[in-house]
């Protein structure tokens, strides 16, 4: 989303500098060989990485926010991105010092079901941290109305802004069939897709007796189980031991972890993309099927479902198993509406989700916030 939003940015004549560690993502990865301490030019922005110290499971770096503080007056606004994460509730902290205008992104943080987890550390975190960083932002930026009106504040008053995401649409994408072909998934029967992280919040515990039940009434597909979770690999190695033991073993593939090219083919090659969270706060992958003209089936967690509804671009349920499988059944056995919403998805995500309308928006909350 970072890079997305910097590259159309940059497009529209604003100077966007990322400030990041050399984290590699998960615990156990090696740090990104890279430049340190270093402005890297990219795509019209640029990209200053720093090292993870004086602890790196928390991507904390006092590098960065010394930096930031000896920079920040060159700037007009600070976009921070994610909250309950030490080096943002630190970086917040650093701009307000400074008095520069900062807007935070939750990215779900503050949604209720979220901060159920680690819920009595959280509220220690929060009243000391977070709640001061939220007083003092000039805006908190939420990717849906939904996300907007759950979201907790803590009892403090916002400005909040409604931005949601964009979709980078590819340069090039693989031929149709191609990479369902190299994963060995037949073509002659409906394919879908669950692409996400492996998670509880996710809804498998509704998708896959969804699935099998579907498969029992004698409604044939093939479903691809796209995603992984290295910070929980005991839940993803259950679902995939589910997966094994039933009746859906003979009718799914699982990839893992997909990206580039064979993401990309996955997304154009099915037939549906599902995900029935519990809560998200937006679901890129949602946007990103859309844009290849696969339509989706979601639950009314997923806080893109009012704009795929309104759009026909795909189907929404609620989160139970009968109404998931219900719904999943009708879009399969309807191939012509699964293409018309498939068409429905590519324009809604074309008018409403490029990246360069996203960026235009986005400028005037800017110059709202600085105000």
């Given at each position: 989303?970072?890079?997305?939003?910097?590259?159309?940015?940059?497009?529209?004549?604003?100077?966007?500098?990322?400030?990041?560690?050399?984290?590699?993502?998960?615990?156990?990865?090696?740090?990104?060989?890279?430049?340190?301490?270093?402005?890297?030019?990219?795509?019209?922005?640029?990209?200053?990485?720093?090292?993870?110290?004086?602890?790196?499971?928390?991507?904390?770096?006092?590098?960065l926010l010394n930096?930031?503080?000896?920079?920040?007056?060159?700037?007009?606004?600070?976009?921070?991105?994610?909250?309950?994460?030490?080096?943002?509730?630190?970086?917040?902290?650093?701009?307000?010092?400074?008095?520069?205008?900062?807007?935070?992104?939750?990215?779900?943080?503050?949604?209720?079901?979220?901060?159920?987890?680690?819920?009595?550390?959280?509220?220690?975190?929060?009243?000391?941290?977070?709640?001061?960083?939220?007083a003092g932002a000039?805006?908190?930026?939420?990717?849906?109305?939904?996300?907007?009106?759950?979201?907790?504040?803590?009892?403090?008053?916002?400005?909040?802004?409604?931005?949601?995401?964009?979709?980078?649409?590819?340069?090039?994408?693989?031929?149709?069939?191609?990479?369902?072909?190299?994963?060995?998934?037949?073509?002659?029967?409906?394919?879908?897709?669950?692409?996400?992280?492996?998670?509880?919040?996710?809804?498998?515990?509704?998708?896959?007796?969804?699935?099998?039940?579907?498969?029992?009434?004698?409604?044939?597909?093939?479903?691809?189980?796209?995603?992984?979770?290295?910070?929980?690999?005991?839940?993803?190695?259950?679902?995939?031991?589910?997966?094994?033991?039933?009746?859906?073993?003979?009718?799914?593939?699982?990839?893992?972890?997909?990206?580039?090219?064979?993401?990309?083919?996955?997304?154009?090659?099915?037939?549906?993309?599902?995900?029935?969270?519990?809560?998200?706060?937006?679901?890129i992958a949602v946007?990103?099927?859309?844009?290849?003209?696969?339509?989706?089936?979601?639950?009314?967690?997923?806080?893109?479902?009012?704009?795929?509804?309104?759009?026909?671009?795909?189907?929404?349920?609620?989160?139970?198993?009968?109404?998931?499988?219900?719904?999943?059944?009708?879009?399969?056995?309807?191939?012509?509406?699964?293409?018309?919403?498939?068409?429905?998805?590519?324009?809604?995500?074309?008018?409403?989700?490029?990246?360069?309308?996203?960026?235009?928006?986005?400028?005037?909350?800017?110059?709202?916030?600085?105000?």
């Amino acid at each position: 989303m970072v890079i997305g939003l910097s590259s159309a940015l940059a497009r529209q004549g604003v100077e966007v500098t990322i400030l990041t560690t050399n984290s590699n993502g998960d615990v156990g990865q090696p740090p990104l060989d890279v430049p340190l301490a270093k402005p890297i030019l990219e795509n019209g922005y640029q990209v200053i990485y720093f090292p993870c110290s004086p602890f790196r499971r928390y991507k904390f770096s006092l590098g960065l926010l010394n930096w930031l503080a000896k920079e920040a007056h060159r700037y007009d606004i600070a976009h921070i991105h994610a909250l309950f994460s030490p080096v943002s509730t630190a970086a917040a902290t650093v701009c307000r010092q400074k008095k520069l205008p900062y807007l935070l992104r939750p990215l779900g943080t503050l949604d209720p079901a979220d901060l159920l987890k680690k819920q009595h550390l959280k509220k220690i975190y929060a009243a000391l941290l977070e709640k001061p960083n939220i007083a003092g932002a000039a805006g908190i930026h939420f990717t849906s109305e939904q996300e907007c009106q759950i979201s907790e504040r803590f009892g403090i008053h916002t400005q909040d802004f409604v931005v949601p995401l964009g979709v980078n649409f590819p340069k090039s994408i693989p031929e149709k069939g191609k990479i369902s072909h190299q994963l060995g998934i037949p073509h002659q029967v409906p394919l879908i897709v669950f692409m996400s992280r492996i998670d509880p919040k996710k809804g498998l515990d509704l998708l896959l007796p969804a699935l099998e039940t579907l498969l029992d009434k004698g409604i044939d597909f093939h479903f691809v189980l796209a995603g992984s979770n290295p910070q929980d690999p005991i839940y993803e190695n259950q679902i995939k031991q589910r997966i094994e033991g039933s009746v859906l073993a003979k009718h799914t593939t699982i990839t893992g972890f997909v990206e580039g090219e064979v993401k990309l083919g996955l997304l154009l090659d099915a037939d549906l993309l599902v995900l029935p969270s519990y809560y998200e706060n937006f679901g890129i992958a949602v946007a990103e099927a859309m844009g290849m003209g696969t339509p989706v089936v979601i639950s009314d967690q997923v806080h893109i479902w009012e704009a795929v509804e309104k759009a026909a671009a795909g189907w929404v349920t609620q989160c139970h198993v009968a109404d998931l499988t219900q719904t999943l059944q009708i879009a399969l056995q309807d191939p012509y509406e699964r293409e018309q919403r498939g068409k429905n998805a590519l324009s809604l995500v074309t008018e409403q989700y490029s990246w360069d309308a996203i960026a235009q928006k986005m400028i005037t909350v800017y110059q709202q916030a600085i105000k």
